[in-house]
């Protein structure tokens, strides 16, 4: 791709900088590849205040880097632009934060279009009929009032300014990469959105993207997301500058803030934002609820969930509502949404996983240990495993169970308890052994363990959560 940048060209696949379009000026010069990704780093970013921090993860990512590097590399740039730090017209240095791009940018091709459009224009423009005139003056009253109803509707979003055809294709094809299941799908849709965010700097959607994309890059890693949480604030919050009642974006800000941040107060508002503004997303509704579960606001939880099974078909036996209500120890509501699920997938993975955890929470070990009998067979447990876990119960019940898959077993995988470390500390937990689940949970506090968010709630940690190591483990606003 070939922008305008100040009264420079770049190509931004080769790196090469000129005076014109062609490159074949005697003073053409080539940016190195790091200095290239920085500059496209403050392209995106253009007009805004770029931090350190966002420009180190950016360009050196998973690297462990000092300052002095961003310095040689806007040295180099600046020297390639012919910039002057002192007096800029290209990037200019924000003292404690980082640098801001200040020049113009434009596809190359932009302004060579205008110019066509405009010479063919005037070749061929002809004296217009009074039937020709008054035609166009109708279709410009028209369209002046669609214009105005549009502007004036309810929920209509009048800030995005749509690119070009051809960057909203590009944009589309990135948004269906990213619902493929692979990481060089996933990679190939952020480089399309940052593409995006350079030839149409206005189009607030595909800085969501962005951040969509990066931390789907980053799934299963916690702690990257959380180092990388001010580049996902910046990109958002450039987009709600551009577009400020887009409420995927507030949606995405919350869950940020939430699943990443751990950051409740932030969370909160951004979901209630989003709700407020697509009150018929049923989907934003349940992670409301969730949040709201996780922050003790049980009554507030209640209402989202009832909204989203009003909204969403799906809702109607989802087993994750039947998991919100054993949460809140409603074990009779549980047990009511439980049983929409019985009926219409009685052999499924999920129905055995809730049904085994509401049980355990009522005290019917028997009807547990069923369904944890079910689910091991899934997870394809031998006879002679399946005898042993057996045998435990018989003798020492769930504890006794917990305790051989813990010590024993050491199962590695999922069955409902979700992954070690935090499934030893919830086996360790029912097994009576509480310092050795303190220190797991300890371990999954390190790995920022999104799963910890309801550690307040849950009722596999009643027993714990006055322990001195963990208490305030979770910076929620509980009531």
Not at 227 to 246: A, G, Q
């Given at each position: 791709m070939i922008i305008r940048l100040g009264e420079h060209f770049l190509n931004t696949a080769t790196g090469a900088l000129a005076s014109d379009h062609k490159f074949d000026h005697i003073n053409s010069v080539k940016l190195d590849h790091t200095a290239l990704e920085l500059l496209?780093?403050?392209?995106?970013?253009?007009?805004?205040?770029?931090?350190k921090t966002v420009m180190l993860n950016e360009v050196w990512p998973n690297k462990v880097v000092t300052e002095d590097v961003l310095s040689v590399a806007i040295s180099h740039i600046r020297?390639?632009?012919?910039?002057?730090?002192?007096d800029p017209s290209y990037i200019k240095t924000i003292p404690s934060v980082g640098y801001r791009l200040i020049a113009n940018v434009t596809e190359a091709n932009e302004e060579s279009d205008k110019k066509s459009k405009i010479e063919s224009t005037l070749i061929n423009k002809a004296k217009p009929s009074?039937?020709?005139?008054?035609?166009?003056?109708?279709?410009v009253v028209v369209l002046s009032i669609f214009l105005i109803v549009?502007?004036?509707?309810?929920?209509a979003d009048n800030s995005i300014e749509l690119p070009s055809q051809a960057a909203i294709n590009h944009y589309q094809k990135g948004r269906y990469l990213l619902t493929l299941d692979d990481q060089s799908s996933w990679q190939?849709?952020?480089?399309?959105?940052?593409?995006?965010?350079i030839t149409a700097p206005n189009y607030a959607p595909a800085y969501r993207e962005l951040v969509n994309v990066k931390t789907k890059i980053l799934t299963n890693d916690s702690v990257a997301k959380y180092k990388n949480v001010d580049e996902y604030y910046t990109l958002l919050n450039k987009s709600l500058l551009i577009s400020p009642n887009d409420y995927k974006t507030h949606l995405v800000l919350a869950d940020v803030a939430f699943f990443i941040e751990w950051n409740f107060d932030l969370a909160e508002r951004h979901y209630n934002k989003a709700t407020e503004l697509a009150p018929l997303d049923g989907g934003a509704h349940f992670k409301f609820a969730e949040f709201l579960l996780a922050a003790g606001k049980f009554t507030a939880a209640i209402e989202h969930i009832k909204k989203y099974?009003?909204?969403?078909?799906?809702?109607?036996?989802?087993?994750?509502?039947?998991w919100i209500y054993n949460m809140m120890e409603d074990f009779d509501t549980a047990i009511i949404e439980l049983n929409k699920l019985k009926t219409l997938q009685p052999n499924s993975f999920a129905y055995h996983i809730s049904a085994q955890?509401?049980?355990?929470?009522?005290?019917?070990?028997?009807?547990?240990?069923?369904?944890?009998?079910?689910?091991?067979?899934?997870?394809?447990?031998?006879?002679?495993?399946?005898?042993?876990?057996?045998?435990?119960?018989?003798?020492g019940g769930l504890a006794a169970v917990n305790l051989w898959l813990l010590e024993e077993k050491q199962e590695q995988e999922y069955i409902g308890q979700y992954y070690p470390p935090l499934s030893y500390a919830r086996y360790a937990t029912k097994a009576g052994k509480n310092e050795l689940a303190v220190?797991?949970?300890?371990?999954?506090?390190?790995?920022?363990?999104?799963?910890?968010?309801?550690?307040?709630?849950?009722?596999?940690?009643?027993?714990?959560?006055?322990h001195p190591k963990l208490r305030n483990i979770i910076n929620s606003t509980i009531d």
């Amino acid at each position: 791709m070939i922008i305008r940048l100040g009264e420079h060209f770049l190509n931004t696949a080769t790196g090469a900088l000129a005076s014109d379009h062609k490159f074949d000026h005697i003073n053409s010069v080539k940016l190195d590849h790091t200095a290239l990704e920085l500059l496209l780093c403050l392209i995106r970013y253009k007009g805004n205040n770029v931090s350190k921090t966002v420009m180190l993860n950016e360009v050196w990512p998973n690297k462990v880097v000092t300052e002095d590097v961003l310095s040689v590399a806007i040295s180099h740039i600046r020297k390639a632009l012919g910039d002057n730090a002192r007096d800029p017209s290209y990037i200019k240095t924000i003292p404690s934060v980082g640098y801001r791009l200040i020049a113009n940018v434009t596809e190359a091709n932009e302004e060579s279009d205008k110019k066509s459009k405009i010479e063919s224009t005037l070749i061929n423009k002809a004296k217009p009929s009074i039937k020709v005139s008054l035609l166009k003056l109708a279709v410009v009253v028209v369209l002046s009032i669609f214009l105005i109803v549009i502007k004036d509707y309810p929920g209509a979003d009048n800030s995005i300014e749509l690119p070009s055809q051809a960057a909203i294709n590009h944009y589309q094809k990135g948004r269906y990469l990213l619902t493929l299941d692979d990481q060089s799908s996933w990679q190939s849709a952020q480089q399309i959105f940052e593409d995006t965010i350079i030839t149409a700097p206005n189009y607030a959607p595909a800085y969501r993207e962005l951040v969509n994309v990066k931390t789907k890059i980053l799934t299963n890693d916690s702690v990257a997301k959380y180092k990388n949480v001010d580049e996902y604030y910046t990109l958002l919050n450039k987009s709600l500058l551009i577009s400020p009642n887009d409420y995927k974006t507030h949606l995405v800000l919350a869950d940020v803030a939430f699943f990443i941040e751990w950051n409740f107060d932030l969370a909160e508002r951004h979901y209630n934002k989003a709700t407020e503004l697509a009150p018929l997303d049923g989907g934003a509704h349940f992670k409301f609820a969730e949040f709201l579960l996780a922050a003790g606001k049980f009554t507030a939880a209640i209402e989202h969930i009832k909204k989203y099974k009003n909204i969403e078909p799906t809702g109607y036996a989802i087993p994750s509502v039947a998991w919100i209500y054993n949460m809140m120890e409603d074990f009779d509501t549980a047990i009511i949404e439980l049983n929409k699920l019985k009926t219409l997938q009685p052999n499924s993975f999920a129905y055995h996983i809730s049904a085994q955890a509401i049980l355990e929470n009522m005290g019917d070990e028997q009807a547990s240990f069923d369904e944890l009998l079910h689910i091991f067979s899934e997870v394809n447990y031998s006879e002679s495993e399946l005898s042993k876990v057996t045998e435990q119960f018989i003798q020492g019940g769930l504890a006794a169970v917990n305790l051989w898959l813990l010590e024993e077993k050491q199962e590695q995988e999922y069955i409902g308890q979700y992954y070690p470390p935090l499934s030893y500390a919830r086996y360790a937990t029912k097994a009576g052994k509480n310092e050795l689940a303190v220190d797991y949970i300890l371990q999954a506090l390190k790995q920022r363990d999104t799963t910890l968010l309801w550690f307040n709630v849950d009722p596999k940690y009643k027993k714990l959560r006055q322990h001195p190591k963990l208490r305030n483990i979770i910076n929620s606003t509980i009531d």
